[in-house]
């Protein structure tokens, strides 16, 4: 099976850097995506990372080690609508056909 | 380029009613998936399409959900009888040819049963 692991809630406040954190188990993996949800909205592509290392794109950067099998999420120079929940997801599987979500962090950007 | 589209996007009704989502992938979209988020829980895998087939429905909860794809295009999720802890928002997702791409996902349907 698989298993994924975030925290529940961060908060920050606007300008800082925030880093989600997301560790997993599973059977076969093939990548680890993030995904943002606003509230009431479906969630939303931000990253891919299939090899080690680190992920760049804008403001957000994303990080895997698979031999940790770990990754994260960082979130640079926060905005207020960057409140949202985050999630992590695995590729997992014989051929990457299990895709399976964190439970998902709740990111609060205070003023 | 249109998105997955789901409809409707709510729907209310009773305990023991029959009620069936629709979801239109991305055009040439091989695969689609349908997943379930309950009130402040994760994100559940119900079941993965590969064109009409269907490849993987382990997280399908019981046999009260029947998922179809006919020819292909786009999919239907069944529920019948709906149950209380069937409430919930249904969300579709569709990738191209390879199951590892990124999942582009519809605005959900935002199910309540009472």
């Known amino acids: 099976g698989q298993s994924l692991e975030q925290p529940s809630e961060v908060t920050a406040v606007e300008g800082a850097i925030v880093q989600i954190n997301c560790t997993y188990q599973?059977?076969?993996?093939?990548?680890l995506s993030w995904y943002q949800q606003h509230d009431g909205g479906a969630p939303t592509f931000l990253s891919y990372?299939?090899?080690?290392g680190l992920e760049e794109t804008g403001r957000f950067s994303s990080f895997l080690s698979r031999s940790d099998s770990y990754g994260y999420l960082l979130l640079q120079e926060l905005q207020m609508k960057d409140s949202a929940s985050y999630f992590c997801?695995?590729?997992?599987?014989?051929?990457?056909?299990?895709?399976?979500f964190g439970p998902g962090t709740r990111l609060s950007v205070l003023p | 380029e249109a998105g997955v589209t789901q409809f409707p996007s709510h729907s209310v009704i009773e305990k023991g009613q029959t009620v069936t989502l629709r979801c239109d992938p991305i055009?040439?979209?091989?695969?689609l998936y349908w997943y379930r988020r309950v009130m402040g829980k994760e994100i559940k895998f119900l079941l993965h399409?590969?064109?009409?087939?269907?490849?993987?429905e382990s997280g399908m909860p019981n046999n009260r959900f029947l998922a179809e794809r006919t020819g292909g295009t786009y999919s239907t999720l069944k529920v019948q009888p709906a149950e209380l802890e069937d409430s919930g928002v249904y969300f579709c997702?569709?990738?191209?040819?390879?199951?590892?791409?990124?999942?582009?996902f519809g605005p959900g349907t935002r199910l309540t049963v009472l």
């Open positions: 997702a569709s990738s191209p040819s390879r199951s590892t791409d990124t999942q582009y």
């Open positions: 599973t059977s076969g993996f093939y990548g």
């Open positions: 990372n299939a090899l080690d």
């Open positions: 997801a695995v590729s997992g599987g014989n051929y990457g056909q299990n895709f399976v």
């Open positions: 055009s040439g979209h091989d695969n």
């Open positions: 399409f590969v064109k009409e087939s269907k490849q993987d």
